[in-house]
T-cell receptor, first 112, second 116 residues
Framework: AQSVSQHNHHVILSEAASLELGCNYSYGGTVNLFWYVQYPGQHLQLLLKYFSGDPLVKGIKGFEAEFIKSKFSFNLRKPSVQWSDTAEYFCAVNTNAGKSTFGDGTTLTVKP | GAVVSQHPSWVICKSGTSVKIECRSLDFQATTMFWYRQFPKQSLMLMATSNEGSKATYEQGVEKDKFLINHASLTLSTLTVTSAHPEDSSFYIC????????????FGPGTRLTVL
C-alpha cells in the first residue's frame, strides 16, 4: 500500500520568505501526485498536480512542485509567500482510479 | 472541475441517534464518490468508496454497519452514521473523481458532526 509523509507539521514564515514543503511517498509503481490546500473555513482545493511529462509543475497562486522520481519526492515551493497563503497543505498520492492517500498535512502560518 | 455539495454543513445530535449526510455532484455524473473523515489538525482518512448501484467498499477498520453508504444515483451519495457516539464527532468530507487517466478529486465543503 502507498503512504505519504510530509516532513513539516507546522511552518511559520514572514511575508516574502521562500517556502518549501517536503513530501515523500512510498510506492513502487506509477503514481499521480497532488498538492491540495485548505484555507481556514474553506474546503480542500487543488493546488497543482503531476501525472507525467515535465517533472516541474506549476499550479495556482505562484506555487510549483518538483517530482523527483529517484527520491520519491514531490516538494512544494513558492518563492515569496503572502499572508493569504496561510492554510493547511496536503500532499496526496493516487495509484488507483480516484483513491488517494493523503499526508498528515502541513500548517503554514505567514506573518504579515 | 466538478462542483460538489454536502448537506448539512454542520449537525449536532444526541448520542444514540442516527445522522444522514448527503453528498451531491452538481455538474458531473459520478459513478464513484469517496467519503473521508478528518480529525482536527489531522489528515483525511479514507473511510469508503461509494459505487453507484452497488455496495460501498470500506477501508480496513471502518465499520460498515456503523457508517452506512448509499449511492443511489450518479449525483447523490449518502453517509448515515448510525447510533452515533461522541467519538464519531468529526468532519466528514466527500469527493468525486474524474475518470482515468486524471484522478484529480473534487471535494465537498464537508459536514461537521458533533455528537453530544
Amino acid at each position: 500500500a502507498q503512504s505519504v509523509s510530509q516532513h513539516n507539521h507546522h511552518v511559520i514564515l514572514s511575508e516574502a520568505a521562500s517556502l518549501e514543503l517536503g513530501c515523500n511517498y512510498s510506492y513502487g509503481g506509477t503514481v499521480n501526485l497532488f498538492w491540495y490546500v485548505q484555507y481556514p473555513g474553506q474546503h480542500l482545493q487543488l493546488l497543482l498536480k503531476y501525472f507525467s511529462g515535465d517533472p516541474l509543475v506549476k499550479g495556482i497562486k505562484g506555487f510549483e512542485a518538483e517530482f523527483i522520481k529517484s527520491k520519491f519526492s514531490f516538494n512544494l515551493r513558492k518563492p515569496s509567500v503572502q499572508w493569504s497563503d496561510t492554510a493547511e497543505y496536503f500532499c496526496a498520492v493516487n495509484t488507483n482510479a480516484g483513491k488517494s492517500t493523503f499526508g498528515d498535512g502541513t500548517t503554514l502560518t505567514v506573518k504579515p | 472541475g466538478a462542483v460538489v455539495s454536502q448537506h448539512p454543513s454542520w449537525v449536532i445530535c444526541k448520542s444514540g441517534t442516527s445522522v444522514k449526510i448527503e453528498c451531491r455532484s452538481l455538474d458531473f455524473q459520478a459513478t464513484t464518490m469517496f467519503w473521508y473523515r478528518q480529525f482536527p489538525k489531522q489528515s483525511l482518512m479514507l473511510m469508503a468508496t461509494s459505487n453507484e448501484g452497488s455496495k460501498a467498499t470500506y477501508e480496513q477498520g471502518v465499520e460498515k454497519d456503523k457508517f452506512l453508504i448509499n449511492h443511489a444515483s450518479l449525483t447523490l451519495s449518502t453517509l448515515t452514521v448510525t447510533s452515533a457516539h461522541p467519538e464519531d464527532s468529526s468532519f466528514y468530507i466527500c469527493s468525486v473523481s474524474q475518470s482515468e487517466p486524471y484522478n484529480e478529486q473534487f471535494f465537498g465543503p464537508g459536514t461537521r458532526l458533533t455528537v453530544l
